[in-house]
Every structure is written in structure tokens, then in C-alpha cells.
């Protein structure tokens, strides 16, 4: 079965710190990996994508995510940290032959000053 | 501006009256889907739709009915509500390439509880 594991419910980390949030991923085929964010009361929004090409990828305010296609991870990293980085953080899979879009349980991400 | 609309964005009411929480993008996007947030399970999908008139079921469609009769629109309804309906509900567009969602774009939610 298809599916998306984000192993932490909570991140916690000091401001000015890095910070990674972890994904991993079992799909078939070849997947699109992507990174949501999501603040109190809002609606999700994208971060960054992988879907070809360079295994690292940058995104918005700072964040990058390192696909790596053996261990089947997608972690979601940022050099240093910031208190407004704090927010509900979702990786998701869309893979062929179905059209469906998976979700990981979310994680998150404490930032403390 | 490029969005995702959604109607209500709360809306309380009692088991078994039929609801419809409607969706709308503006971006010309092939695909639509629909998802529910509950805490600790991440959002799961209801239903997607890949084109006018072209559904199909999410992980969790069951108690859930949608329609695309226009490519902007994508409505929810619940024919019969239930407590275990009680969520927050997202609608989300996208592009579609090789076959697979591209980015989504979100609604900001529908917030649902059945008494």
C-alpha cells in the first residue's frame, strides 16, 4: 500500500539553530514529493516540490528538502531557524497510475526563542 | 488573483440534513480534490476530480458525494451528515502533469460540526 510517514508528531528546536523534519515515503513507480506548510487558522501552502533533477531542492523562506531515492526520504531542512517558522508542517506523494495525492500525519515544528 | 474559494467557511448543523460545501478556482486547473484534516491523521483525501465530469474515490470517500459539471467547480455534499463527519474540510486545485497532481493550491477551510 502507498504511503507517507512523518515519524515525529513535534520538532523542537532554538531559534538561529538548523532544523529538519523528516518524511519518508513508499510508493510505486516515480514519485512527486512536496512540502506544505501550514500556520494557525490558514490553508495549506506549498513550500517545494521534487519531481526531477537536482536531489536537493530549495523553497520558499529558506527551507530545501533533499530527496534521496535509496532510504526513499524527502526531509525537509532549513539552516537556521526562525520563531515565525513555527506551523504544522505535511509532506505529500503523488505518484502515478491513480491520480490520488498521499499525506503524512504532519509535524510540529516548535521554535523557540 | 489566482485562489481557491470555498463556502461556508464554518458551518454547524444537526445529523441528517443534507449540506453542500462548494468550491471554486480561477486558475483553469485540471484537477480538484477534496480533503479532510483530522488531528493526528494528516489530511486525507475524499474524492478528486481529474476533468469535467471525471471523478474517482479518495481513501476516504464514504458518506461523501461531488460533482464537476463546470471545470472551476467542484461542490462537496453530504447527504446524510453524521457526527463522525465533524472535520475541517479542504478543497485544493492543480495542474496536471504526466498523469500525476502538481502543485496544489488550497482553500482556506471549511470548519464542520454535526450535532
Known amino acids: 500500500a502507498q504511503s507517507v510517514a512523518q515519524p515525529e508528531d513535534q520538532v523542537n528546536v532554538a531559534e538561529g539553530n538548523p532544523l529538519t523534519v523528516k518524511c519518508t515515503y513508499s510508493?510505486?513507480?516515480?514519485?512527486?514529493l512536496f512540502w506544505y506548510v501550514q500556520y494557525p487558522n490558514r490553508g495549506l501552502q506549498f513550500l517545494l516540490k521534487y519531481i526531477t533533477g537536482d536531489n536537493l531542492v530549495k523553497g520558499s523562506y529558506g527551507f530545501e528538502a533533499e530527496f534521496n531515492k535509496s532510504q526513499t526520504s524527502f526531509h525537509l531542512k532549513k539552516p537556521s531557524a526562525l520563531v515565525s517558522d513555527s506551523a504544522l508542517y505535511f509532506c505529500a506523494v503523488s505518484y502515478t497510475g491513480g491520480f490520488k495525492t498521499i499525506f503524512g500525519a504532519g509535524t510540529r515544528l516548535f521554535v523557540k526563542a | 488573483e489566482a485562489q481557491v474559494t470555498q463556502n461556508p467557511r464554518y458551518l454547524i448543523t444537526v445529523t441528517g440534513k443534507k449540506l453542500t460545501v462548494t468550491c471554486s478556482q480561477n486558475?483553469?486547473?485540471?484537477?480538484m480534490s477534496w480533503y479532510r484534516q483530522d488531528p493526528g491523521l494528516g489530511l486525507r483525501q475524499i474524492y478528486y476530480s481529474m476533468n469535467v465530469e471525471v471523478t474517482d474515490k479518495g481513501d476516504v470517500p464514504e458518506g461523501y458525494k461531488v460533482s464537476r459539471k463546470e471545470k472551476r467547480n467542484f461542490p462537496l455534499i453530504l447527504e446524510s451528515p453524521s457526527p463522525n463527519q465533524t472535520s475541517l474540510y479542504f478543497c485544493?486545485?492543480?495542474?496536471?502533469?504526466?498523469?500525476?497532481?502538481?502543485?496544489?493550491?488550497f482553500g482556506p477551510g471549511t470548519r464542520l460540526l454535526v450535532l
Open positions: 510508493v510505486s513507480g516515480n514519485p512527486y
Open positions: 485544493a486545485s492543480s495542474l496536471l502533469t504526466s498523469g500525476r497532481a502538481e502543485t496544489q493550491y
Open positions: 486558475m483553469n486547473h485540471e484537477y
